[in-house]
């Protein structure tokens, strides 16, 4: 059974009680790169390998079941040009690099499918 994701976030490199202490800067567009994966299964095998130490981008170059397989990047997204669900994910994201990436888990469901989100920067 594949559990409800409601763009909970999960963070592999910060606490729970750090990620809370945490305050995010006011932003109007990311610059986000993700994985997308029609099943939760292939999501979780995605998950697992960037828990392993593996980077972001290759990962998504060798998961991503969409156009950004180029390493998952989407570019700059301004506010309001994603799917709800995905931006509430992605904009409670901190920021983080392709070598230690901070991501979304479990996976976000869309319409698309999953997707474990990263945000490289917020402007």
Request: aromatic share 8%.
């Amino acid at each position: 059974m594949v559990p409800k994701s409601k763009g909970k976030i999960s963070n592999k490199v910060l606490t729970k009680g750090e990620k809370e202490d945490i305050k995010l800067k006011p932003a109007n567009a990311l610059k986000v790169r993700h994985i997308l994966c029609e099943k939760y299964s292939k999501a979780t095998e995605a998950v697992e390998k960037l828990k392993q130490g593996a980077k972001f981008d290759a990962v998504a170059r060798e998961y991503s079941e969409d156009k950004a397989r180029s390493g998952g990047d989407l570019g700059w997204k301004p506010r309001g040009s994603l799917t709800r669900v995905f931006e509430d994910a992605a904009y409670a994201l901190q920021p983080s690099t392709v070598d230690k990436p901070i991501y979304t888990f479990p996976p976000v469901k869309s319409s698309f499918g999953y997707h474990i989100i990263m945000v490289e920067a917020r402007r």
